[in-house]
């Protein structure tokens, strides 16, 4: 039940163990509604079930020891950003999915995460904007962008560092006109997956990217694939 109708700063804050704020509504519409910046967590931080921040919630440079678990919360900034965490280290997995939904940019620019960044069945809308901008993102397991995946305006990953694989199969990126997926100059340890299901309303490109294993595209439906320079199978 906890309920906020201004910004509510955790800047700088160290928590020893969890950080939840499930159930919780934050509300500054225009601004910035929970900013943590720099927040040291040593537990999850939870920002799930029944969780709204109407306005930016912000995790700039936080460092969080385990999980950031989002799955069914929901970011309303339209027109600007939704979520922020440029620059924040992860030491578990990031849970972007699951009826998450973001109205408003998602950043993730120059984020460490140790495990996967999963947005299965998450929903991302930006249009005419950057839906996810990650670009120098450095990924210790796979981003799972498939099944139930829908990105309304540019999903930006370049340069990123992936260990795993890049998941898009049954994923959907929406950007007419413009680049619906971008994954320039990234570095990807397995294979890459654009695989049945796969719809991109937008241009694709892998332009200078490399890709230790496979690229599967069969079954896929997209306008363009921009893939100059691209390096398959090679370490």
């Known amino acids: 039940g906890f309920s906020a109708a201004s910004e509510v700063s955790v800047r700088r804050v160290r928590i020893g163990g969890l950080f939840y704020c499930s159930h919780g509504r934050f509300e500054n519409a225009g601004g910035v509604a929970l900013a943590a910046d720099e927040v040291s967590v040593n537990g999850n931080m939870v920002m799930s079930n029944g969780f709204t921040a109407a306005g930016e919630v912000s995790l700039r440079g936080a460092r969080l020891r385990r999980h950031l678990y989002c799955a069914h919360g929901t970011f309303r900034n339209p027109g600007a950003n939704a979520f922020s965490a440029d620059g924040a280290g992860i030491g578990g997995r990031a849970f972007l999915g699951e009826w998450f939904s973001a109205k408003g940019a998602v950043r993730l620019a120059d984020a460490r995460i140790a495990g996967d960044l999963h947005c299965v069945g998450g929903i991302f809308q930006n249009v005419d904007g950057d839906a996810i901008f990650a670009n120098g993102i450095k990924v210790g397991g796979s981003v799972r962008m498939h099944t139930r995946f829908l990105a309304q305006g540019a999903v930006r990953l370049d340069r990123a560092t992936i260990g795993g694989t890049l998941n898009c199969s049954g994923g959907r990126f929406e950007n007419s006109g ?11 340890g397995r294979d890459v997956i654009l695989g049945s299901g796969f719809r991109a309303d937008g241009a694709v490109c892998f ?25 398959i199978g090679k370490r």
């Open 178 to 188: 413009g680049l619906a997926l971008s994954a320039e100059g990234a570095s990807i």
């Open 207 to 231: 332009s200078a990217a490399k890709i230790n294993g496979a690229f599967e595209s069969e079954g896929s439906d997209c306008a363009e694939i921009v893939a100059d320079g691209v390096v």
